[in-house]
């Protein structure tokens, strides 16, 4: 099994910008496809980014396309994604997942989960 740590939520202004970090240990990163999720109060946990094994292929919900990145280097067991432009309407908790079997924007796809690392957007 494989565990997750996030880091690098924190308060910003909206138009702002952060890079949250996914830390993973336990087995080989490069075997999984990592996603990023987020819930705000009172909402599902939404789909906001997914990554191949590899980090060749993306995908981004229509919501934050063309003003998130996600990314990985599996040399460091490490995936991250780069949130710019933000707005209010993107502070929630923000999650990452790993599974190792499908290219999956569910997050009952997935099955090893962060903590989740506050992000918190002002206007």
């Known amino acids: 099994q494989v565990q997750l740590i996030e880091s690098g939520g924190g308060l910003v202004q909206a138009g702002g910008s952060l890079r949250l970090s996914c830390a993973a240990s336990?087995?080989?990163?490069?075997?999984?496809?990592m996603g990023w999720f987020r819930q705000a109060p009172g909402k599902e946990r939404e789909f906001v980014a997914i990554?191949?094994?590899?980090?060749?292929?993306?995908s981004y919900a229509d919501s934050v396309k063309g003003r998130f990145t996600i990314s990985r280097d599996n040399a460091k067991n490490t995936g991250y994604l780069q949130m710019d432009s933000l707005k209010p309407e993107d502070t929630a908790v923000y999650y990452c997942?790993?599974?190792?079997?499908?290219?999956?924007?569910?997050?009952?796809?997935?099955?090893?989960w962060g903590q989740g690392t506050q992000v918190t957007v002002s206007s």
């Open positions: 990554i191949s094994k590899s980090g060749g292929i993306t």
């Open positions: 336990g087995r080989t990163f490069s075997n999984y496809y």
């Open positions: 997942a790993a599974n190792p079997t499908r290219y999956s924007g569910s997050p009952a796809g997935y099955n090893y």
